[in-house]
């Protein structure tokens, strides 16, 4: 019997990854009840969950306005936009931003941010909200 090995998702580091409020994110230990996976490469600002990984990367530059949807969960705001094969939302009023990648397997990536409220309301605001 063959056994796949499973390599650690690549994960690029954001321009902001060095902020401090990314380098020691305080990630969640698991997404929607998936364990925390190792990253390539292992840094504090980026983290993954699940098979195929949900990804999520601290340090993103803030998003301009946008006619992307924009939708609140738990006081925290977020732009989504679809991707080829699932969703990414990027946390908006926030600098730096986190941004959460999710296969389409997982559903609607909404459903997945409550996990990342701690850490998103550690980022500094920087005025802009959903409206």
Known sequence: MLSAC?????VALAPQASAPVCAAAR??????????VPTQPE?????AW??????A??????LGPTTDGCVTVD????VVRPLSDGSAATTYGR???????????????PLLLPAFTSLAKTLPGNGRRCT
């Open 50 to 55: 699940g098979e195929p990984a949900i990804i």
């Open 27 to 36: 990630w969640p230990a698991d997404v929607s009840g998936h364990q925390r």
């Open 43 to 47: 840094h504090g600002s980026v983290a």
């Open 75 to 78: 006081g925290v705001d977020w």
């Open 95 to 109: 600098d730096p931003a986190i941004e959460v990648l999710a296969p389409a397997r997982y559903g609607a990536v």
């Open 6 to 10: 499973s390599r650690p998702p690549e």
């Open 57 to 62: 990367r601290c340090g993103l530059d803030p």
